[in-house]
């Protein structure tokens, strides 16, 4: 690649940078549907080699998209949102919990006078602020509400959406291919196995990751259940949430659940019960659900996830949120080969 070329690219680059923070908002909808699409894409495949035609095989994931999406509105959401809203009632119960009983139990051991911790400010702010999010979510509401073109725009993204990962999914082997058409014949060999690297990085976290995520929501969940927990899905689903971070959803999850089993129980035995379902979670993530379901060659470090995803979501949006993830995997895999390329250059051998 000579001068003129390279500033070509440069060039190039800058104003897709400088397009995308410009169509942010309108390309939100199509980068769900193209996600959606890589996601559903294996799967088509697989059933596609099992005699199916593409746009049978593709009807089929479709339709499993859509049943779980379905699934997810009408019974998850709402019962995720009343066992939210039940927690929050609870929080006042757990200070005077706090405030009665444990602050003077601390108070006979350590020796300090139990009137020095008084909780009673922190209830009324908590009851207070969460007044406000409610009045500012009633206010963001009306808001909406009063405007028609954003009622119209997020009805046009929600049958947006499926319409393009429906043709996505149809037409996924035909883009890739004319993709690979575009790239200079001098460099196909190179990119492709750069793209197959970042393709190899990015499916093993996002696939495997969220069936990790999935099967850890369940197991805490029907653990919590089991255990007599009230708020049992709402604390399973944010573990297995947070879970893509080793040991976060484990931290999230046995601190929400021992502070409700303390609300609801009361005694010890059921935060015995929760260290078990944990536990149990725990060891099953790390010996059987991250090494079937991820593999070990994702090389996304937790931290880089983070970061990825907030840096982001400061740059554009949601969408930048969106990008996070993909961004990050093909970063990953050309800091490989600048790896490689340094370690065999004059600068780092002797």
């Known amino acids: 690649m000579n001068e003129t070329q390279k500033w070509w690219v440069l060039g190039l680059t800058i104003f897709t940078g400088w397009l995308l923070y410009l169509l942010a908002p309108v390309l939100t909808p199509f980068v769900i549907a193209a996600l959606l699409a890589y ?32 699934l ?11 066992q939210l809203l039940g927690f929050i009632d609870s929080v006042p119960v757990l200070i005077n919990t706090i405030q009665t009983k444990f602050i003077p139990k601390l108070a006979d051991i350590f020796g300090f006078d139990p009137e ?12 207070s602020n969460w007044q406000d999010v409610g009045s500012v979510a009633g206010k963001v509401m009306m808001k909406i509400s009063e405007s028609g073109r954003a009622i119209i725009t997020w009805f046009a993204y929600l049958l947006l959406i499926p319409v393009v990962t429906f043709y996505l999914l149809r037409d996924w082997d035909h883009l890739i291919a004319n ?3 575009l790239i200079p014949r001098k460099q196909v060999g190179f990119i492709s196995q750069l793209a197959y690297e970042c393709d190899q990085v990015l499916s093993e976290f996002m696939r495997g990751q969220l069936l990790v995520m999935l099967a850890l929501s369940i197991i805490y969940s029907i653990g919590l259940w089991i255990a007599g927990l009230e708020f049992a ?5 944010l573990a297995g949430l947070v879970s893509f971070v080793p040991y976060l959803g ?30 149990v979670g725990q060891a099953l993530e790390g010996m059987v659900l991250s090494p079937l379901l991820v593999g070990d060659r994702i090389g996304l470090h937790p931290v880089a996830v983070i970061f990825a995803v907030m840096a982001g979501g400061q740059l554009f949006g949601f969408f930048g949120v969106l990008l996070a993830l993909p961004v990050a995997a093909v970063i990953v895999v050309m800091l490989r080969h600048m ?3 340094y370690v065999k250059s004059g600068m780092y051998q002797p």
Request: hydrophobic share 65%; proline share 2%; glycine share 6%.
């Open 39 to 70: 996601l559903g894409d294996p799967l088509a495949d697989r059933l596609e080699s099992m005699k199916l035609s593409r746009t049978m095989a593709v009807v089929i994931v479709f339709f499993i998209m859509i049943l779980i999406g379905l």
């Open 72 to 82: 997810s509105l009408f019974f998850l959401i709402p019962l995720i949102e009343r």
């Open 116 to 127: 020095v911790i008084n909780l009673d400010s922190l209830k009324q702010a908590v009851a």
């Open 179 to 181: 993709l690979r058409d």
């Open 233 to 237: 899905l709402l604390i399973g689903m």
């Open 250 to 279: 484990v931290l999230v999850g046995s601190i929400a659940a021992v502070i409700a089993a303390l609300i609801q129980f009361n005694d010890v035995w059921h935060l015995v019960y929760v260290g078990l379902v944990f536990g």
């Open 339 to 341: 790896h490689e390329f």
